[in-house]
């Protein structure tokens, strides 16, 4: 079973930026596309960013044009540069396949932005 482990939140000011990051185990990361993925508190979790398997992107419209989506399939690694950051960004990022999300979800990583 995949393993995901998300890294980097933590707590910035409206118009910050910060990088996170995910991790994951075994070597069927770089043959699937991958999404990054984020819950507020009382809300559902939402897609955020998708990246394929050939490095394709795509964005939810709240976020185009301030968060960039990347991979690098030799770390196993998927990241998450956001720029400019807003406080209706704040919630717990996850990482995890695309459009098929593997069963287990990782801890997620806290990103709080504040006003």
């Known amino acids: 079973q995949v393993q995901l482990v998300e890294s980097g939140g933590g707590l910035v000011q409206a118009g910050g930026c910060l990088n996170v990051?995910?991790?994951?185990?075994?070597?069927?990361?770089?043959?699937?596309?991958m999404g990054w993925y984020r819950q507020a508190p009382g809300k559902p979790r939402e897609l955020v960013a998708v990246i394929t398997t050939g490095g394709s992107t795509s964005y939810a419209d709240s976020v185009k044009g301030r968060f960039t989506v990347s991979r690098d399939n030799v770390k196993n690694t998927l990241y998450l540069q956001m720029h400019n950051l807003k406080p209706e960004d704040t919630a717990v990022y996850y990482c995890?396949?695309?459009?098929?999300?593997?069963?287990?979800w990782g801890q997620g990583t806290q990103v709080t932005v504040s006003s």
């Open positions: 990051s995910c991790a994951a185990s075994g070597s069927i990361f770089s043959i699937n596309d």
């Open positions: 995890n396949r695309w459009p098929t999300s593997w069963g287990g």
